[in-house]
């Protein structure tokens, strides 16, 4: 455990939000308003639903607590898909330092404070906290098959460390608002409309790669802890299904990212093989499955994963549309 100093670093806290959680937003919202720091903070959120039903609640917190000195600023990004939001909120912001977090999160005292202090080394590009769950409900026996990460948990130890892999998740991250925009920002991630799922890619962890590639810091700090809300509807198998078939969309655009450099030909010869190889291993998961050689509910997760994935590079192929959207360089 270290100290936790005092830093004048000018910081945004950015709530991307859909909407569809306003009891948990309003948490969120409260337990960052009671953040202190010296120099003072503003607090954005991201409205990524079309109508912007959030506006209304905002104001309702703005206006109840008129006493408390942070900013609030509503931003309205009718443009569906996270990483709009997160980009959304970087564009309207004022801070040297981008704090995102997750609508559902409720961060302690202290938690900005100690996000913000790695930033005094120039050399520190991104932050990410360590991210503890708040269990709504039982915690079912067949999770422990599960890495806790498909819940966007995280946590490294109890010492501040250096990573070398992307591995911090935004839902607690921070990264200084000038390489945000020199790096191009985020990769997409999350999208709200399931029909444009296909446009999904490797959100922040794209981002902590390109840091990384220039030759900046990772930096997992422990202090800077808060908690996840994790209810029952993210405790059912059905979850697990849906969020292994989206990780294999993410890991598709990751390696057709790869791909960039390869010619023409051969960038297509690669993702049949891809293609092929996916197949081949959905069906021998399907063979673990029949024979009950494993945990059920991770067997057919994982065929969901390898479904995912086959069928991005699929769709891939196909669509010209999707192939721009995964080569582009700028995102923001």
């Known amino acids: 455990m270290h100290k936790i100093k005092e830093n004048s670093i000018l910081a945004s806290v950015i709530i991307p939000t859909y909407g569809s959680r306003l009891d948990y937003l309003e948490d969120a919202i409260a337990s960052v308003q009671a953040q202190e720091l010296q120099n003072g903070f503003e607090i954005i959120v991201v409205d990524n639903s079309f109508d912007g039903v959030i506006r209304s609640m905002v104001d309702t917190v703005k ?38 977090i997750d609508d559902d999160v409720i961060t302690p005292e202290g938690w900005l404070n100690a996000m913000l202090e790695p930033f005094m080394d120039q050399d520190v590009a991104c932050v990410g906290g360590k991210i503890l769950p708040k269990w709504e409900a039982e915690v079912p026996d067949w999770f422990s098959n599960f890495n806790k990460g498909y819940l966007s948990l995280l946590d490294l130890g109890d010492n501040r460390k250096e990573v070398k892999n992307a591995t911090l998740w935004g839902c607690n991250l921070a990264v200084r608002r000038s390489l945000l925009f020199s790096l191009g920002g985020f990769h997409p991630d999350g999208v709200g409309e399931r029909k444009l ?4 890619g490797n959100g922040e962890c794209g981002l902590e790669k390109k840091i990384l590639d220039i030759g900046f810091k990772l930096i997992y700090e422990p202090e800077a802890w808060l908690y996840h809300r994790i209810p029952e509807s993210r405790l059912k198998p059905e979850y697990f ?5 989206t990780q294999g969309i993410d890991d598709s655009y990751e390696y057709q990212r790869g791909l960039r450099k390869s010619r023409k030909n051969l960038y297509y010869l690669r993702l049949i093989k891809e293609i092929v190889l996916s197949y081949l291993r959905a069906t021998k998961t399907l063979c673990k499955l029949i024979l009950r050689k494993g945990n059920v509910i991770k067997l057919r997760a994982e065929i969901q994963y390898w479904h995912g994935k086959s069928q991005h590079l699929i769709r891939s192929i196909i669509s010209p549309r999707l192939r721009k959207h995964i080569f582009r360089n700028i995102y923001l």
Not at 77 to 93: D, F, Q, S, T, V
Not at 197 to 200: G, L, Q, T, V
């Open 241 to 245: 299904f849906w969020r292994f078939l």
């Open 63 to 100: 206006k109840n607590n008129s006493s408390n000195k942070k900013q609030i600023t509503y931003v309205h990004e009718p443009k569906m898909g996270l990483i709009n939001a997160r980009h959304a909120g970087a564009r309207k912001a004022s801070g040297e330092v981008l704090v995102y």
């Open 197 to 200: 799922i296909w446009f999904r």
